[in-house]
């Protein structure tokens, strides 16, 4: 049942089993696998069944350094779907090593391991409509998928590695009808959880504040309340209600993002083939073979996780003689911001651009046509643009993980959104061992493929860095701001997603990450979501 | 030895009753249809005429009722058949159908109420009442999806489609469940139904343990057929195809017989619709109905076979 808080009346006391709040692909996840006979479900979503601009006001804030974060609400979005309604759908999972603490990384280390989650990535890729769990190109694709460089070979890296991709799904509008008809399971839209009150030990959530649009307030009580907001809201929360457990300062401590970039200039070796475009995969899904650093190597290099794509170069630098990654510098006002940013340094359509498409004219139009009928009128969407550059010079786009530190760091403001809750303060901050993963495994890159004589990477350490850090934070991905952990001494939830210290108070979503690993997180997210249901449900 | 009349017994779903039948000796038995070469085998009859009935049925111990066609032949054939069964105190096996639910939704048990507003539905719901009215000995076989070798509408017609890439993932559209049952699990249980003692009027739904969503059949069947990558298919192209079948449907109300393949707006209510049918009851005849995927493996090695 789909309900909406703008017809509820005021002084209204909700009684339920488990209320979820937040409608993102965590709070869905949950909601679809809980269904508990005996205990109903309420699922809080602060959005509606589409974005209104109202609505994403809430999610305004500050940020310290706007040089080196995007503002609060952008990379965001509430409404039933969560971020997913913008995602890029691009899916892998964590791997083992991520979970493991590593010498090298302080604060790192799972109170979990790669297996315990191993039966929820299976599940989640499904709910993701990532099709199969399969991540290695061996497994996916039994008659082979080209490699990114042909003649490739290195000790440190693989190019076995597979990412696959979401249609993007938006979790809302592909399970809105299965979470209608499900039983016992209530949706209301368009109510914001405010404030968590608790029992006078601050051991139990008490009742949740829930705000509808107009302002007018009610109560929800439940035996078990899971917060899946997302990872920004999440240790809002936390913090607006004063703190609840045993781990206080920790809230909001450890904020990851990941630390991505363009960057360097390709050269492969003559009559190297290239494959930098998307393979399909039995499943109907788009796969892309990718360079990732073996675990054996981060611990040697002493540095984070690592992954590398062949990349067209950067479409803002007319250099590439590709008519069209010329064009997409006229295609920005089309574009939502979040994807203007990563396009590049938004610099005014110049006259070298228009040569290269006046110059690559077929070039160009084959790209619009294959968009428009892969892209903009597909379900399951091509994820990216990938043409080849015209001028045969490639580079590197890679995704690294960014390390936990206690100093980057998510705390409230002083000033408040229009239901009186403070807003966000974001500082985020990069470590000189995020730095030491990009360089070390870009130079390991280079010397490998020069090694292989499969290539030639041209770059300097210092553009590597800067690449590193042009958009600051890698957007979108929120992370570690209620991380889990063994001991309430080091983090804010325990190995089953409740916050130390509590008895009924859970959270679902990126903020209980202790570390980033190189994975896009919302395959991860899904997983512990799922397994959060299972161990719900067996309470 | 007991001796067994199955009317429609030429059909997709009669042959593999008769297989089942022949399979074990204490049964013999006989197909009748309308169209054919009459044998010992087989015995040529017009199941909506009570008198070809009495003829065609003049020493049987037993009557099975597999007759497909149009909701006419459907209701009468049931109500010729069940006459005839009672007046012989014959037993009586009716082949009915998950389309007598109509458009009800979770899980569903033999005793839900038949909601059914389809014609094929309806006809099918009339066909069960005029069996109870009969006063037969009868019991009853809800069928699912009934799919394997032979099946033209659930697996041929549905292969061709996810060839032509204009079935696949349908999204929320193909979230319904798929309750899907080899036709040879139909024929063991009406050997079973016959070699026990059944309360008179007992029901069975019928269709495997583990039926899966629309989408996984769709998806299941295209990999095993070698149908090339999966497709995503979108509301647009499915109210497209929704929009094309209304000429061809309404064609068919007009009595056409040829019917091309067609997503229809019912057929996509079908992919949609969130309905299992609850097998439980089925235990008590000692089968078990094959897998999903079992169902899937042997439907896609016949398709495969074909010319
Ligand atoms: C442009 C972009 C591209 C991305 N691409 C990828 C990608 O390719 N791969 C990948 O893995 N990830 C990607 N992501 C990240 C992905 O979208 C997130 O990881 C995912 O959405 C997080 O899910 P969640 O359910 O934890 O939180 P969210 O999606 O943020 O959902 C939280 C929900 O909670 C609601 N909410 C918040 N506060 C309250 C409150 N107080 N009361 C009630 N409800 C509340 C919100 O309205 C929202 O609906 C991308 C994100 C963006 C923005």
Request: proline residues 7%; glycine residues 10%.
């Amino acid at each position: 049942m789909i309900e909406d808080a703008r017809c509820v009346p005021s002084g209204l006391a909700i009684e339920t089993g488990l209320c979820i709040v937040g409608g993102g692909p965590a709070g869905i996840a949950l909601a679809l696998r809980y269904a508990h006979p005996a205990r109903p479900t309420l699922l809080l979503e602060s959005g509606g069944i589409d974005t209104d601009p109202a609505t994403d006001l809430l999610n305004e804030g500050e940020v310290e350094d706007p040089a080196l974060h995007p503002p609060a609400a952008l990379y965001r979005r509430r409404a039933l779907g969560g971020a997913t309604g913008i995602w890029g759908g691009r899916c892998a999972p964590l791997d083992p090593i991520d979970f493991a603490p590593r010498a090298w990384m302080p604060h790192s280390g799972w109170p979990i391991t790669h297996e315990t989650l191993r039966p929820y990535y299976e599940p989640a890729n499904a709910l993701c409509e990532a099709g199969a769990f399969a991540y290695t190109s061996a497994a996916a694709f039994p008659a082979g998928l080209s490699p990114p460089l042909e003649g490739f070979t290195s000790s440190r890296f693989t190019d076995d590695a597979l990412e696959r991709f979401s249609c993007p799904t938006d979790f809302g509008a592909r399970y809105r009808d299965a979470l209608a008809r499900r039983p016992g399971l209530s949706i209301l839209l368009h109510a914001t959880a405010i404030g968590i009150e608790t029992d006078e030990r601050r051991e139990a959530v008490a009742a949740l504040n829930v705000a509808a649009p107009s302002g007018l307030t009610f109560t929800v009580r439940a035996e078990i309340v899971v917060l899946a907001t997302g990872g920004l809201e999440t240790p809002r929360l936390l913090l607006a209600s004063g703190g609840i457990g045993t781990a206080r300062d920790l809230i909001g401590r450890y904020y990851m993002c990941h630390i991505a970039g363009v960057t360097g200039r390709l050269h492969p070796a003559p009559g190297r083939a290239v494959a930098h475009g998307y393979g399909i995969a039995a499943d109907g899904t788009y796969c892309r073979r990718r360079l990732a650093l073996r675990p054996e190597a981060q611990a040697s290099l002493g540095i984070g996780n690592f992954i590398a794509r062949l990349h067209h170069p950067r479409p803002a630098d007319p250099a590439h003689r590709t008519g069209a990654l010329s064009a997409l510098q006229f295609a920005r006002p089309f574009l939502r911001p979040e994807y203007t940013l990563r396009l590049g340094a938004s610099e005014r359509p110049s006259w070298p651009h228009i040569r290269n498409v006046l110059l690559d004219l077929p070039g160009t139009a084959g790209f619009a046509a294959t968009w428009l009928r892969r892209r903009r009128f597909a379900v399951r969407k091509f994820p990216s643009v990938a043409v080849p550059p015209r001028a045969g010079i490639y580079a590197l786009d890679f995704h690294a993980e960014q390390a936990p530190d206690p100093q980057s760091r998510i705390t409230l403001a002083a000033t408040r959104d229009r239901h009186g809750v403070p807003r966000l303060r974001i500082a985020w901050r990069y470590s000189a061992l995020d730095l030491r993963t990009v360089r070390e495994a870009v130079a390991a890159l280079a010397a490998d493929l020069r090694n292989s004589g499969a290539g030639h990477l041209d770059y300097t350490p210092d553009e590597v860095a800067a690449d590193a850090l042009r958009e600051g934070a890698y957007g979108g991905h929120h992370l570690g701001t209620a991380r889990m952990s063994a001991s309430p001494r080091t983090g804010v939830v325990d190995e089953n997603c409740r916050v130390h210290g509590t008895r009924n108070l859970y959270v679902a979503g990126g903020a209980v990450f202790p570390t980033s690993g190189q994975a896009n997180p919302t395959l991860t997210i899904v997983a512990l979501a799922l397994r959060l249901a299972d161990h719900l449900r067996a309470a | 030895m007991m001796r067994v009349l199955v009317a429609g017994g030429t059909g997709f779903v009669g042959s593999a009753i008769l297989r089942a039948l022949a399979a074990r000796p204490e049964f013999t038995a006989i197909a009748a249809a309308r169209h054919g070469i009459a044998s010992p085998h087989l015995r040529l009859c017009d199941a909506t005429d009570a008198q070809s009935v009495a003829h065609a049925v003049r020493d049987a111990d037993a009557i099975v009722n597999a007759t497909a066609g149009s909701a006419r032949i459907l209701t009468e054939s049931a109500a010729r058949l069940s006459e005839a069964a009672a007046r012989r105190g014959a037993r009586y096996v009716e082949i009915g159908s998950i389309a007598v639910y109509g458009p009800a939704i979770g899980s569903v048990d033999e005793t839900a109420p038949l909601l059914a507003r389809s014609r094929y539905g309806l006809a099918k719901c009339r066909a069960e009442s005029a069996v109870r009215e009969s006063g037969a000995a009868a019991t009853l076989l809800r069928a699912g999806i009934v799919v394997g070798p032979g099946s033209i509408p659930w697996v041929a017609r549905i292969a061709r489609l996810l060839r032509a890439g204009r079935l696949g993932d349908l999204g929320p559209a193909g979230d319904g469940i798929c309750n899907l049952v080899r036709a040879a699990d139909i024929g063991e249980a009406v050997a079973h139904v016959l070699a026990g003692k059944q309360p008179r009027g007992a029901t069975f739904n019928i269709a495997a343990p583990d039926a899966p969503s629309w989408n996984g059949y769709f998806a299941a069947l295209a990999h095993a057929i070698h149908a090339g990558p999966l497709r995503r298919i979108g509301p647009a192209q499915l109210a497209l195809e929704a929009r094309l079948a209304l000429p061809f449907a309404a064609l068919s109300r007009a009595g056409a017989r040829a019917s091309p393949e067609a997503l229809s707006g019912s057929l996509q209510r079908l992919f949609r619709q969130p309905i299992r049918l609850d097998c439980r009851a089925l235990a008590s005849l000692g089968i078990a109905p094959a897998s999903a995927a079992a169902c899937v493996a042997e439907s896609a090695a016949w398709f495969a076979a074909l010319p």
